[in-house]
């Protein structure tokens, strides 16, 4: 089984978001990156359905640095990455085009990512890789299993759960529960310098989607006591609904 597995790298989710001088991105100044915590689990997936025989390839679309991550990966793992090297746009669907245009003769029997990338929650990567590719997708899964050409998921919905069955080749975006990412180990970590990591030079076509500005959300107004006992109740209860207008 051959796997492509798909990588975003991404602020770790402590770090604090200054936005930058530009107005349109964030300052990446002392901000720490990582792969992406959803894409994680992929990783794991691809690996442990790999163990026997077969193919787990990273895949990550951006620029230089994010070898780094692919890196990761390897020591995670992963028998070999792909670096799309370019400049991704804010345009979801440009990107997934770069990469469905990469994916789409490269043999694979599963395309996994995570459900969604922590620092813009747009969950919109795998469903279009699944249109643009043609292929079945199931998105937010926390249970597979791949049997005679078929997968099995599990797939969290609102107020339970959803059993699903698919055809290979497949596109799943996966979600926390599914398994427990491994970390990489000293061994791992010195093998991954010697696994392949081919870079390709890539570029996004027309995009649809620009940021015009990035802004911190306002500082909540501080709170105020409105009184003591049964008599504050009224004052409460105008002050929720002529002033925070929830009632």
Do not use: W
């Amino acid at each position: 089984m051959k796997i492509a597995v798909l990588i975003r790298r991404v602020p770790d989710t402590t770090a604090k978001i200054v936005v930058g001088s530009s107005g349109t991105t964030i300052d990446p100044t002392g901000i720490k990156f990582v792969a992406n915590p959803y894409d994680e689990y992929a990783i794991e997936a691809a690996i442990t359905l790999t163990a026997d025989g077969g193919e787990a390839v990273a895949v990550a679309f951006g620029p230089d640095v994010v070898q780094e991550t692919l890196r990761t990966a390897l020591a995670m793992g992963v028998h070999r990455a792909v670096h799309l090297q370019g400049e991704p746009a804010a345009d979801g669907l440009a990107n997934a085009r770069v990469l469905a245009e990469h994916l789409r003769d490269g043999g694979y029997d599963l395309i996994l990512c995570g459900k969604l990338a922590v620092d813009d929650y747009n969950q919109q990567t795998g469903p279009m890789l699944g249109e643009l590719l043609g292929l079945p997708c199931a998105t937010s899964i926390t249970s597979l299993e791949i049997a005679d050409g078929t997968a099995k998921v599990m797939r969290e919905v609102e107020g339970g759960t959803e059993a699903a069955e698919c055809a290979l080749p497949a596109v799943l975006s996966c979600d926390k529960g599914l398994n427990t990412p491994r970390l990489p180990g000293l061994k791992g970590i010195m093998g991954a310098k010697k696994k392949p990591l081919e870079v390709v030079p890539v570029s996004t076509g027309p995009v649809l989607a620009t940021v015009v500005s990035l802004a911190m959300p306002p500082e909540r107004p501080a709170g105020r006591i409105v009184g003591e006992g049964p008599d504050a109740v009224a004052a409460l209860i105008e002050a929720l609904t002529s002033e925070a207008k929830v009632l």
